[in-house]
């Protein structure tokens, strides 16, 4: 399996999902907007329908659409203060209403469907460069930004008082949300896209342990999530993205199970 060279491209973008997701994911989870990365993930296929339109690469069409309803989402949070909901269903509309205008169209020269579902086959050299350099820039912008974030993760407006540029800030959040559903199109899918940025994170906060800890470990559980679904995937002959959510919720199921398991066994000892 490893010495065909559609799965070792596969391995080497699934790696950066698996680091750049979670790093995206806490901060989502955190701030209760789980639901944007869901949001995003859908509208992403509205930038690779128009990239495909203009015969140029998906991966960087997606990118751009997205990163503009990522700013659009933040835009509207001015008019929409009391209904955050009724915004992401404004950016949904557009983004799928556009896909779906576009692809019914018949004008497109190539299958979209490969990116609603995920597929190792179709990861190509110019696809892993994007994946390079958006990766790299998201990660190193998070790490320049991240006593911020963090700040804005738990306390938005305490963090307006202390002079934190909390709109700035969220406007480049959107965009690195936006570069992390892009990476992962090809390999995970729109459709369950978002249960890569969510999933692993809301596993490691199950262990109950800080910050920084509860990074590193959603980091861990999505590398198994994403390499688990990859392989055994390629042996089902099935899409990856789909049983990369069921793994993903198997688990979190598993680290629920142990979790009772563990409090249980404490409870009975201590009576």
Do not use: W
Request: proline share 1%; hydrophobic share 55%; net charge positive.
């Amino acid at each position: 399996m490893l010495h065909y060279v559609f799965m070792q491209n596969a391995i080497f973008v699934s790696v950066f999902i698996s680091i750049l997701c979670p790093c995206i994911g806490i901060f989502l989870v955190l701030r209760r907007y789980s639901m944007i990365g869901d949001t995003l993930s859908h509208a992403s296929l509205a930038g690779i329908a128009l990239g495909l339109l203009a015969n140029q690469n998906p991966i960087l069409g997606a990118f751009i659409f997205t990163s503009i309803c990522g700013a659009l989402i933040e835009f509207l949070r001015s008019y929409f203060k009391k209904y955050t909901d009724l915004i992401l269903t404004i950016v949904l509309a557009l983004g799928v209403g556009t896909a779906i205008t576009i692809i019914s169209s018949g004008k497109l020269h190539a299958n979209a469907d490969s990116f609603m579902f995920g597929s190792i086959l179709t990861v190509t050299q110019f696809d892993m460069i994007m994946v390079v350099i958006l990766s790299a820039i998201s990660v190193l912008t998070l790490i320049f930004l991240y006593h911020q974030m963090v700040y804005i993760a738990y306390d938005e407006e305490a963090a307006k008082v202390a002079g934190v540029k909390v709109r700035t800030i969220n406007y480049v959040f959107s965009v690195l949300v936006a570069s992390a559903i892009s990476v992962s199109i090809r390999i995970v899918g729109v459709l369950v896209l978002s249960s890569m940025i969510a999933l692993p994170v809301a596993t490691a906060l199950q262990l109950g342990k800080g910050f920084k800890l509860t990074l590193i470990f959603s980091i861990i559980f999505s590398v198994i999530d994403i390499m688990l679904g990859l392989f055994i995937s390629y042996y089902l002959n099935v899409a990856p993205g789909g049983f990369t959510a069921l793994v993903s919720v198997a688990v979190l199921v598993v680290v629920l199970l142990i979790k009772k398991l563990k409090s249980s066994i404490h409870t009975t000892y201590r009576t």
